[in-house]
């Protein structure tokens, strides 16, 4: 079965730091472009980080540029979002994604998905 399995989805404080995996089984994440994306009621669909292949380049939206970094771990197949300086606004549910052909695209174009982690951030 072709899956992504997030993991590491938790209620943090403002101000902390979390980070989010994404283990891939059934096909090699090396291969596809990798992304982030998350949901909150109100707010809609927002694309937050993405990173493209074969050649690593690497997005973020302007509200998480500075403070999440996109990376991949080939060995354990794995991608990860390290979410640090955590905002309220940060809150939401956290899917993983990978597209086959290696773009990178901010409207929910890909190929696999994660189940979603919630990520909470409040006092």
């Known amino acids: 079965q072709l899956q992504l399995v997030e993991s590491g989805g938790a209620l943090v404080q403002p101000g902390g730091s979390l980070r989010l995996s994404c283990a891939a089984s059934?096909?090699?994440?090396?291969?596809?472009?990798i992304a982030w994306f998350r949901q909150d009621p109100g707010k809609g669909r927002e694309g937050v980080a993405c990173?493209?292949?074969?050649?690593?380049?690497?997005f973020y939206a302007d509200s998480v540029r500075g403070r999440f970094t996109i990376s991949e771990n080939s060995a354990n197949n794995t991608m990860y979002l390290q979410m640090n300086s955590l905002k309220r606004e940060d809150t939401g549910l956290y899917y993983c994604?990978?597209?086959?052909?290696?773009?990178?695209?901010?409207?929910?174009?890909?190929?696999?998905w994660g189940q979603g982690a919630q990520v909470t951030v409040s006092s």
């Open positions: 994604a990978a597209r086959r052909d290696g773009l990178c695209r901010w409207y929910g174009e890909y190929d696999h």
């Open positions: 990173m493209t292949r074969p050649d690593p380049e690497t």
């Open positions: 059934g096909f090699t994440l090396d291969d596809y472009s």
